[in-house]
């Protein structure tokens, strides 16, 4: 079944705490923790102590996507803040190996993203090394945007790269997912569902993250 991890930066900073245990009571498989350092991206979201924070009342594992440049700066600060999965951009990152096995070392999941514009076939040489690649199908920065298009491609690509390969990461979609396009994206193979404003825009949370979760990979 596919796995929903819902991004808290849709969430009511003034009322994190409430919006934590709402996840914490829901079929959430992960909470997603979007780090925006207005470098890498053009926003700014929060830092390691709201990460901290978090953790100290989040009973899911932390999927930690980092839209920073430079993250090996960040690496052991973000584990030491509660990240279970680890994800830094491909783009940010000119020794993506190195910086992989510095997140195994810390104890971490090490996961790779991609920006629209990029192709999934970069990641070839390193497919072994990632427990998961979260795709981006929007441009990274903000939340509520409009899903891409072109993801079901990419998806479906980069199954067959994994399933050539013989390598067992997951694939996570991220940006604009709702329930229109999430029967799609499981279809064309995605393990992960990240959705922001569907699930706290919604007038039940809780049931929209059900929702999400009901559909099968086939
Ligand atoms: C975008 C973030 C996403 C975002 C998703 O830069 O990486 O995780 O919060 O939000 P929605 O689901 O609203 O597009
Ligand atoms: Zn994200």
Request: contains cysteine; proline residues 6%.
């Amino acid at each position: 079944m596919v796995e929903i991890a819902p991004s808290i930066l849709a969430a009511d900073f003034a009322n994190l705490q409430r919006d934590i245990e709402m996840l914490n009571e829901s079929e959430a498989d992960y909470i997603h923790v979007d780090i925006m350092d207005g470098m890498f991206v053009p926003n700014i979201s929060f830092g390691i102590p709201v990460c901290e924070s978090i953790n100290r009342h989040a009973h899911k594992p932390l999927d930690v996507h980092l839209m920073i440049e430079q993250p090996d700066r960040y690496l052991e600060a973000f584990r030491q803040a509660g990240a279970a999965i680890l994800t830094v951009h491909y783009e940010a990152c000119p020794h993506l190996h190195r910086t992989i096995q510095h997140i195994k070392e810390l104890g971490a999941l090490p996961g790779v993203a991609l920006n629209p514009h990029t192709p999934v076939e970069v990641l070839s040489e390193i497919l072994h090394d990632v427990s998961l690649v979260l795709i981006m199908s929007v441009n990274p920065g903000f939340g509520g945007q409009k899903f891409i298009e072109n993801t079901y491609h990419k998806v479906s690509r980069l199954r067959h790269m994994r399933k050539e390969a013989n390598a067992d990461f997951k694939i996570e979609v991220d940006g604009g997912v709702n329930s229109h396009n999430s029967p799609l994206l499981v279809n064309q193979g995605a393990d992960i569902l990240v959705a922001g404003s569907f699930v706290f825009g919604s007038a039940n949370p809780l049931q929209t993250i059900s929702g999400l979760k009901s559909f099968r990979n086939l």
